[in-house]
């Protein structure tokens, strides 16, 4: 069992939580993700970890209830457990195994849209532990939906934007972005866009015009979390990648974000499920037990 140490309500429908969980706490990296289980029969969720204390052996996450699961999840108090908390999952972050020298070298600019921020800031927080400082813009709905404000700004430099413009920037991230570069004149050597399908498309489209090299972390349908059931099929450039081995991050420039997302869409339905068994033969692997791939 993997205890709750704190469980509290970050803004409108968006939960944090630090769990003890020692083992993944010691290894964890930027980038990576957990998947936790409420209970013997719950469902596995697949949630990027915001935050982690090596000494004090402790696994920040955030997320915001999408289904039963996490609805189930998010009532969850201090003191209570969760059955399974698996992780560290995935690659870590790219920049992590860079030489420090050249690292320095580079300027980062990393877009979060809305629960993004969370899987954002352990990233920012490396590099500024390292000496080197990242531009950083946090987009929301509105002021109400803006998430670890003081925590982001206290690692680099902040842009907050807001879709009906109640706080800070008012616009999408990607007017955020322009103005950094078109109005600003700042330069960057590596975009981190994190956030909804639809606003890592965009920035990326943007991004791709600019000339600024994107990297996305995709978080789509996962299962197991080792490869083998196929939900988390990507195609980037000409390959086909697994979210959950593979990434989650991966070149911008090269991920097919409308085929990600209409996938997103279609295995919410059995006959989705069925269809993409059909359409994908033997890459989709199958073994999951939800999506009919293994029967």
Same mark, same amino acid.
């Given at each position: 069992?993997?205890?709750?140490?704190?469980?509290?309500?970050?803004?409108?429908?968006?939960?944090?939580? #630090?769990? !003890?969980?020692?083992?993944?706490?010691?290894?964890?990296?930027?980038?990576?993700?957990?998947?936790?289980?409420?209970?013997?029969? +719950? !469902?596995?969720?697949?949630?990027?970890?915001?935050?982690?204390?090596?000494?004090?052996?402790?696994?920040?996450?955030?997320?915001?209830?999408?289904?039963?699961?996490?609805?189930?999840?998010?009532?969850?108090?201090?003191?209570?457990?969760?059955?399974?908390?698996?992780?560290?999952?995935?690659?870590?972050?790219?920049? &992590?195994?860079?030489? %420090?020298?050249?690292?320095?070298?580079?300027?980062?600019?990393?877009?979060?849209?809305?629960?993004?921020?969370?899987? &954002?800031?352990?990233?920012?927080?490396?590099?500024?532990?390292?000496?080197?400082?990242?531009?950083?813009?946090?987009?929301?709905?509105?002021?109400?939906?803006?998430?670890?404000?003081?925590?982001?700004?206290?690692?680099?430099?902040?842009? &907050?934007?807001? #879709?009906?413009?109640?706080?800070?920037?008012?616009?999408?991230?990607?007017?955020?972005?322009?103005?950094? &570069?078109?109005?600003?004149?700042?330069?960057?050597?590596?975009?981190?866009?994190?956030?909804?399908?639809?606003?890592?498309?965009?920035?990326?489209?943007?991004?791709?015009? %600019?000339?600024?090299?994107?990297?996305?972390? %995709?978080?789509?349908?996962?299962?197991?979390?080792?490869?083998?059931?196929?939900?988390?099929?990507?195609?980037?450039? #000409?390959?086909?990648?697994?979210?959950?081995?593979?990434?989650?991050?991966?070149? +911008?420039? %090269?991920?097919?974000? #409308?085929?990600?997302?209409?996938?997103?869409?279609?295995?919410?339905?059995?006959?989705?499920?069925?269809?993409?068994?059909?359409?994908?033969?033997?890459?989709?692997?199958?073994?999951?037990?939800?999506? +009919?791939?293994?029967?």
């Amino acid at each position: 069992m993997y205890k709750i140490l704190k469980a509290e309500k970050l803004a409108e429908n968006i939960y944090l939580m #630090d769990v !003890e969980a020692p083992r993944i706490a010691k290894s964890a990296k930027p980038g990576q993700f957990i998947i936790a289980k409420i209970d013997e029969k +719950g !469902e596995r969720i697949p949630l990027t970890i915001c935050d982690y204390d090596k000494e004090a052996g402790t696994i920040t996450i955030v997320f915001q209830p999408v289904g039963a699961s996490t609805e189930k999840m998010c009532r969850l108090q201090a003191g209570d457990s969760f059955r399974d908390f698996t992780g560290p999952l995935g690659q870590p972050s790219e920049f &992590v195994h860079e030489d %420090l020298d050249e690292l320095k070298k580079k300027k980062y600019l990393f877009v979060a849209g809305g629960v993004g921020t969370a899987p &954002v800031y352990p990233q920012v927080k490396w590099l500024h532990e390292r000496g080197i400082e990242a531009d950083v813009i946090i987009g929301a709905k509105s002021k109400s939906f803006v998430i670890l404000e003081k925590e982001m700004s206290e690692v680099g430099n902040l842009t &907050v934007a807001t #879709d009906d413009g109640s706080y800070g920037f008012k616009g999408m991230v990607t007017g955020a972005i322009e103005d950094l &570069v078109k109005n600003q004149g700042k330069h960057y050597d590596v975009c981190v866009a994190i956030g909804p399908m639809i606003m890592m498309k965009f920035v990326c489209k943007l991004t791709k015009e %600019l000339g600024i090299p994107t990297i996305v972390s %995709l978080n789509p349908v996962m299962v197991d979390g080792t490869g083998m059931c196929g939900a988390c099929r990507v195609v980037v450039g #000409d390959e086909v990648k697994f979210a959950c081995v593979d990434g989650p991050e991966f070149d +911008g420039h %090269l991920v097919d974000f #409308d085929g990600a997302m209409q996938r997103q869409r279609m295995y919410k339905t059995e006959e989705g499920k069925a269809l993409l068994k059909l359409q994908e033969g033997d890459t989709h692997h199958g073994g999951c037990g939800n999506c +009919g791939g293994d029967e």
